[in-house]
């Protein structure tokens, strides 16, 4: 299967051009952002748009074909966030200097951690350095997108 030009279009635009799981800015990315298979092709996932997402190339390397991550603080098994059916600012905020996303729900923090999000594995890795020059340009964090679907 493969996702045709408009339907990629759509996902791109539906998500205001962020990636859906850590809201990078699609434009100030070195490659195009892939478009996402929610529930995997590999477990039966489709290419409906509403099984899509728009993901940067890190989330999407990490998320790889994974749909669960592991809740650090209950190490519980927890379904990863789904952005075609939960809203993002119910399960993140940013921190107060806008440099990490925190999990504030199991999702969330499943999330965070399945996808480190914050590069904290690397120490203060490249994506916490990146939103440090985006802030200081005033393209992050990016504000909520009031089209995105609860």
Not at 24 to 32: P, V
Not at 54 to 64: E, I, K, S, V
Not at 86 to 105: N, Y
Request: aromatic share 8%; with cysteine; glycine share 6%.
């Amino acid at each position: 299967m493969t996702v045709n030009d408009a339907t990629r279009k759509l996902v791109r635009q539906r998500a205001n051009f962020l990636c859906e799981y850590c809201h990078s800015l699609e434009e100030a990315s070195a490659a195009k952002f892939a478009i996402d298979h929610i529930l995997p092709q590999s477990l039966g996932g489709s290419d409906n748009p509403d099984n899509l997402a728009l993901a940067c190339q890190r989330c999407n390397g990490y998320r790889y074909n994974f749909t669960t991550g592991i809740d650090p603080q209950t190490q519980e098994v927890i379904p990863l966030f789904h952005p075609r059916k939960q809203k993002w600012s119910d399960h993140f905020i940013w921190s107060t200097d806008g440099l990490r996303i925190i999990g504030v729900t199991p999702t969330g923090q499943a999330t965070c951690n399945r996808l480190d999000v914050n590069d904290e594995r690397h120490n203060e890795g490249s994506i916490v350095k990146a939103r440090r020059l985006w802030l200081q340009g005033g393209w992050h964090p990016p504000e909520e997108d009031p089209r995105q679907q609860t």
